[in-house]
């Protein structure tokens, strides 16, 4: 059987509550972070999470993970989704939803420029939080200067 990954979202202050829930769900690997948890499992577990979960707001598939630094890179990206395993020509687009979990801030331009690009493609745009990034990427960042 195969192992997904899944995010499941959650209010804000809810993210342990949620992981322990998960957990009683069979789901593996939780992580709980700003506003969801990240988990793995099969179909079935993250249909159980739907069903079952009373502090989940939705069940997200992770399709893919990719770094972008540029509305290009985006673009590369997204085009390489193979999209008819998802969604199909004769089906509707109008209920799907994106998870981005992204290296970056709101205020930094680059992030401006991918999360405008989504805006047009979408009915809403939602920043769900936002988390401190780790000392060690400062470090790596100082040592390839």
Excluded at 59 to 78: M, N
Excluded at 104 to 123: C, D, I, K, N, W
């Amino acid at each position: 059987m195969p192992i997904y990954q899944f995010f499941a979202t959650t209010p804000k202050a809810m993210e342990d509550i949620l992981a322990d829930e998960l957990r009683s769900l069979g789901a593996e690997k939780v992580k709980p972070t700003t506003a969801g948890a990240y988990f793995e499992g099969s179909l079935e577990t993250a249909y159980r999470a739907c069903l079952w979960s009373r502090i989940a707001n939705r069940v997200l598939l992770q399709l893919s993970t990719f770094k972008v630094a540029s509305q290009d890179d985006l673009y590369k990206w997204v085009q390489k989704l193979d999209w008819f395993e998802h969604l199909k020509p004769e089906g509707s687009f109008a209920a799907t939803m994106f998870f981005a979990d992204i290296e970056g801030h709101p205020s930094e331009r680059r992030v401006q420029l991918a999360m405008e690009e989504l805006g047009f493609f979408s009915t809403e745009l939602k920043v769900l939080g936002t988390y401190r990034a780790s000392p060690f990427r400062k470090q790596m960042s100082e040592r390839s200067a």
